[in-house]
Each structure stands twice: as C-alpha cells, then as structure tokens.
C-alpha cells in the first residue's frame, strides 16, 4: 500500500513559477514508476509528467521544455517544476505511483494560473 500526498500548488500569474511535491509513505518507493496528471474542470484527466524506475521522463507536448519532473528516493518524494505557467495549465495535479498491476493516486493539488 503506498499513500501520496501532494502539496505545492496555489494562484500563480501567467508566466510564474510553481514547484509541486508529492511524498509517498510505505516502501519501495524506488521501484515505482512515477506519474503526475492533472484534471481541469470539464475535461479528462491527462498525463503530463512521467519518470521511470531509471530516472527516464517523458512529457507531452503541451509542458514539454516548460514542465520537469524529478524524484528523490533517499525522500520519497517526486516533484514537478512547472515554468511559465499559462491559463490553460490550471487544474487539480495529481500524483500517482504505478508498478503493475497497481496505480495509487494522491488526493490533488490546484494549481490556478489567472491574472
């Protein structure tokens, strides 16, 4: 059983900065792929960050070059820096830890970019 939680997110004006934490409770942590996706109200939850067991990260092309993820096994903890934010980035992130044929998710964090 693996808890997330996230934190991080908040209002930010349009072209700002934010840097979202996710810390994973149980063991293992490392061998988790580890994922954030994010929901905006009236739309589908979409992936938007991945990092794998071996530090390898892919991104859509919606955040690629503006949105990186990065972990810390020593802390259990993945976290997502998101830069020059835009109005179409608002929504809830959610962290999830995937290794098959289990997903755990986090409760989500909003993250509001509005001027």
């Known amino acids: 059983q693996v808890q997330l939680v996230e934190s991080g997110g908040g209002l930010v004006q349009p072209g700002g900065s934010l840097r979202l934490s996710c810390v994973a409770s149980?063991?293992?942590?490392?061998?988790?792929?580890m994922n954030w996706y994010r929901q905006a109200p009236g739309k589908q939850r979409e992936l938007v960050a991945v990092i794998t067991t071996n530090n390898n990260t892919n991104y859509p092309s919606s955040v690629k070059g503006r949105f990186t993820i990065t972990r810390d096994n020593a802390k259990n903890t993945v976290y997502l820096q998101m830069n020059s934010l835009k109005p179409e980035d608002t929504a809830v992130y959610y962290c999830?830890?995937?290794?098959?044929?289990?997903?755990?998710w986090g409760q989500g964090t909003q993250v509001t970019v509005s001027s």
């Open positions: 999830n830890a995937w290794r098959a044929p289990l997903g755990y």
């Open positions: 149980g063991s293992f942590f490392s061998w988790y792929v």
